[in-house]
Nanobody, 122 residues
Framework: QVQLVESGGGLVQAGGSLRLSCAAS????????VAWFRQAPGKERELVAR????????RYVNSVKGRFTISRDNAKNMVYLQMNSLKPEDTAVYYC???????????????WGQGTQVTVSS
């Protein structure tokens, strides 16, 4: 069982930066693939970035490539999403999710956090 808690959201002006954190419980978190998703009002949930269990492999949706960076520190049971050059269209609730896997791409995630709001003003 893994519990995930996101933090770091807030209000920022366009062009600014935020770093989201996902804190995980569980001794085996280092064996989990993790992803960040986001959901804006009236829109479907969108996969933003993924990272493999060891941090070696990452994937990003095209709209955030070059602006967002996903990383992890397994010693601290933490996953991060550094978001730079933020745009109003990045406004959403951001969620982290995890699944025990050796692959960076997994079909579904078993554990989800409660989300953290990111609002980018123009």
């Amino acid at each position: 069982q893994v519990q995930l808690v996101e933090s770091g959201g807030g209000l920022v002006q366009a062009g600014g930066s935020l770093r989201l954190s996902c804190a995980a419980s569980g001794r085996t978190f280092g064996s989990y693939a993790v992803a960040w998703f986001r959901q804006a009002p009236g829109k479907e949930r969108e996969l933003v970035a993924r990272i493999s269990w060891n941090g070696v492999s990452t994937r990003y949706v095209n709209s955030v490539k070059g602006r967002f960076t996903i990383s992890r520190d397994n010693a601290k049971n933490m996953v991060y999403l550094q978001m730079n050059s933020l745009k109003p269209e990045d406004t959403a609730v951001y969620y982290c999710a995890a699944k025990q896997s050796t692959f960076v791409v997994v079909p579904a995630y078993d554990y989800w956090g409660q989300g953290t709001q990111v609002t980018v003003s123009s």
